[in-house]
C-alpha cells in the first residue's frame, strides 16, 4: 500500500471536514488531490499539526477534524499522545502514514519506526483504545475511511511503502498565511461565527 | 501569589475575553488554576509539554476562541519551534502568560531558576515575541487587554512574565 492510495479513498468522502496536514510529503498529496476542499489547512512545520488538530476539535466540538501526519512527524511530538488519550475527543481522526524513512532527507533515512517502535502499542499505552495499524488497502477501508465520516477518536497507524509521487507534483503556490486565512473565512461561514483575531478593523 | 493577585488575575482574562487556556502548571501563578475550573467561564485544557500547549491554542483560536497558554519560564525554550512555526509563521495570536521564576524580583529565587530566568527575556527577544512584566496589581486588568490586544492586531503570540508580588 502507498500513501496515496489511502488519500484518493479519502477525498471523495469530504463534506465539511477540517483536515489539517503536517510539512510532509503527504501535504502535497493531498492537496492536489482535493485542492478545493476549503477546510484543508496546511500547518507548516512537522511536529505540530496533531497539537493544533486537538485545539480545534475542542473549539469545534461538532465538526470532525482529521489530522495527516507522517511518523517522522509523530516521533517529533510524542507527547501529543498522552494528551490525546486523556482528552479523548470525539470529533478527532489522527491518520499516521508510516513509511518508516524520513523521506525528506532524500536519502531515506530510517525513522524509529523502522526497528523496534510501534505507534499503535505508544497510542494504547496512552489511553487511545481506538488505535489500529493497518497494512493494507482493504484494512484501510474497513478501519481507516471510519475515521473520515464517523464518530470518536480514530488513531489509525498506515503502514505504507515509501513512494515518491509527492515529488512529481507540482507544489501548491498557496503560503501558510493564505491557507490560515481561507480555512478561518471557511469556519466563520460554515459555523456563522467571527473568529476574533480576523475580525478586527 | 496571594489569593487577591490570583482573583485578579482572573478577572482581568476574562474580561479580556480569554474563554480558553492550555497550561502546564508552575509554582508562581497556579493559584489561578482552581479559580479559573471553579469559574467555569475559561475552557483550560493541561498539556504535556509547552510545545504542545501552544499547538493546542493555536487551534482553539483557528476554531474561534480567545486563547491564552499558562507556562513557568521555561515555557519559551521548550515552545520555540512551535511559537516560531504556528505562533508567527502561520501566524495565530495567543497570550502568554509565564511565571517569572529566575528573575530579578523573583521572591523565590534560588540557583535552580536564576540561570533559567536570567535568559529568558533575551529568549523571546530573539523570537520575536512582543512582552511587558508585570510586578504589581496596579492596572493589572490593563495590561491583560493591552497585551491581548497587541497578540491579535499583530496576529502572533505576545507574553505576559509574571514576577514581583507574583512571585512570592
Known amino acids: ?12 468522502l469530504m463534506t465539511d471536514q477540517l483536515v489539517l496536514s503536517s510539512q510532509s510529503g503527504q501535504r502535497i498529496e493531498w492537496f492536489h488531490l482535493a485542492p478545493q476542499h476549503e477546510g484543508n489547512l496546511l500547518v507548516g512545520m512537522m511536529g505540530c499539526a496533531t497539537g493544533v488538530g486537538m485545539g480545534l476539535a475542542l473549539a469545534l466540538p461538532h465538526r470532525r477534524v482529521i489530522v495527516l501526519e507522517s511518523d517522522g512527524s509523530v516521533l517529533l511530538s510524542l507527547f501529543n499522545l498522552p494528551t490525546l488519550g486523556n482528552l479523548n475527543l470525539s470529533n478527532l481522526t489522527v491518520f499516521v502514514f508510516d513509511n518508516e524513512v524520513y523521506s525528506g532527507s532524500t536519502m531515506s533515512e530510517p525513522t524509529a519506526t523502522a526497528g523496534k517502535t510501534d505507534l499503535e502499542a505508544i497510542a494504547r499505552a496512552s489511553g487511545i483504545e481506538n488505535a489500529v495499524t493497518v497494512h493494507d488497502v482493504e484494512g484501510f477501508k474497513e478501519h481507516g475511511l471510519p475515521g473520515v465520516t464517523g ?24 503560503d501558510l498565511a493564505e491557507y490560515k486565512y481561507r480555512f478561518v473565512r471557511y469556519i466563520e461561514r460554515t459555523e456563522g461565527i467571527t473568529v476574533p483575531f480576523v475580525g478586527l478593523g | 501569589m496571594e489569593p487577591i493577585l490570583a482573583e485578579k488575575l482572573v478577572h482581568g482574562l476574562k ?3 480569554i474563554d480558553f487556556m492550555t497550561y502546564l502548571p508552575e ?19 493541561g498539556a504535556a509539554s509547552e510545545q504542545e500547549a501552544i499547538t493546542i491554542a493555536a487551534g482553539a ?25 504556528v505562533g508567527k509563521q502561520m501566524g495565530v495570536p495567543i497570550l502568554l502568560l509565564i511565571g517569572f521564576l529566575g528573575s530579578f524580583a523573583d521572591q523565590r529565587n534560588s540557583f535552580l531558576y536564576v540561570t533559567i ?28 487587554r493591552d497585551a491581548q490586544r497587541v497578540s ?8 505576559l512574565i509574571f514576577s514581583g508580588e507574583f512571585a512570592r
Open chain 1, 1 to 12: 500500500m502507498i500513501r496515496r492510495e489511502c488519500l484518493e479513498l479519502m477525498a471523495p
Open chain 1, 151 to 174: 464518530e470518536g477518536l480514530h488513531y489509525v497507524v498506515c503502514k505504507v511503502e515509501e513512494s515518491l509521487i509527492h515529488r512529481e507534483i507540482p507544489r501548491p503556490n498557496v
Open chain 2, 15 to 17: 474580561a479580556a475575553g
Open chain 2, 27 to 45: 509554582s508562581r501563578l497556579s493559584q489561578i488554576l482552581p479559580l479559573l475550573r471553579e469559574d467555569g467561564t475559561v475552557q483550560l485544557v
Open chain 2, 61 to 85: 483560536a483557528l476554531g474561534g476562541k480567545r486563547v491564552a497558554c499558562y507556562m513557568e519560564s521555561t515555557g519559551p525554550y521548550v515552545s520555540a519551534y512551535s511559537l516560531l512555526t
Open chain 2, 117 to 144: 530566568g536570567m535568559r529568558m527575556i533575551p529568549t523571546l527577544e530573539g523570537l520575536g515575541i512582543e512582552y511587558r512584566v508585570v510586578e504589581d496589581a496596579e492596572n493589572l486588568e490593563r495590561h491583560i
Open chain 2, 152 to 159: 491579535d492586531s499583530m496576529r502572533q503570540p505576545a507574553a
